[in-house]
T-cell receptor, first 115, second 112 residues
Framework: SQTIHQWPATLVQPVGSPLSLECTVE??????LYWYRQAAGRGLQLLFY??????ISSEVPQNLSASRPQDRQFILSSKKLLLSDSGFYLC?????FGTGDEKLFFGSGTQLSVL | KQEVTQIPAALSVPEGENLVLNCSFT??????LQWFRQDPGKGLTSLLL?????REQTSGRLNASLDKSSGRSTLYIAASQPGDSATYLC???????????FGTGTSLTVIP
């Protein structure tokens, strides 16, 4: 069966510090991978998605970047965190578009507080 | 761009009651619609997926319907239980794929 791992669960970082959040998927090949951010009381905002190694699409201009160095690994990074980067970050995966059953599966999330 | 709305934002019901959660969307050119459950501080769990050619899907006490022409979906929960308390979100996958648009969710509280 497929599983998705996301870590850390909680992170407190000072303004201006770097960030690296990692997400890995097991039990599937060539998944679509996604990073979402959920601000308190608001919906999910798509930050990045990837359909393959080295292929990253960005949805909104921001202080963050993403990379996919391996098929089932997705990394969210920042060189210098801002207060506005605080939020709940969620990694997700789905099978490739067009297979007919593109359910979206989420990791357990990372609560990031920038102080 | 697809806009997804969920009303009400919060709902409180006594245990045992049947209830309906609503999801509306602006663009009927969808690939599928999913309903998710989110517990506080946790990730989302997929409950039901309805493909664009389908009208409804059922899983246990849950039934989701889809009316593309009117841009609406409902999630029906029968005989609600305190364990159903959570936030429920709907999401639309676009016809072009790789894009999932989420509503802001309905926070459900089932009172014992």
């Amino acid at each position: 069966s497929q599983t998705i791992h996301q870590w850390p669960a909680t992170l407190v970082q000072p303004v201006g510090s770097p960030l690296s959040l990692e997400c890995t998927v097991e039990g599937t090949s060539n998944p679509n991978l996604y990073w979402y951010r959920q601000a308190a009381g608001r919906g999910l905002q798509l930050l990045f998605y990837s359909v393959g190694i080295g292929q990253i699409s960005s949805e909104v201009p921001q202080n963050l970047s993403a990379s996919r160095p391996q098929d089932r690994q997705f990394i969210l990074s920042s060189k210098k965190l801002l207060l506005s980067d605080s939020g709940f970050y969620l990694c997700a995966w789905s099978v490739a578009f067009g297979t007919g059953d593109e359910k979206l599966f989420f990791g357990s999330g990372t609560q990031l507080s920038v102080l | 761009k697809q806009e997804v709305t969920q009303i009400p934002a919060a709902l409180s019901v006594p245990e045992g009651e049947n209830l309906v959660l609503n999801c509306s969307f602006t663009d009927s050119a969808i690939y599928n619609l999913q309903w998710f459950r989110q517990d506080p501080g946790k990730g989302l769990t997929s409950l039901l997926l309805i493909q664009s050619s389908q009208r409804e899907q059922t899983s246990g006490r849950l039934n989701a319907s889809l009316d593309k022409s009117s841009g609406r979906s409902t999630l029906y929960i029968a005989a609600s239980q305190p364990g159903d308390s959570a936030t429920y979100l709907c999401a639309i996958e676009s016809n072009t794929g790789n894009q999932f648009y989420f509503g802001t969710g309905t926070s459900l509280t089932v009172i014992p």
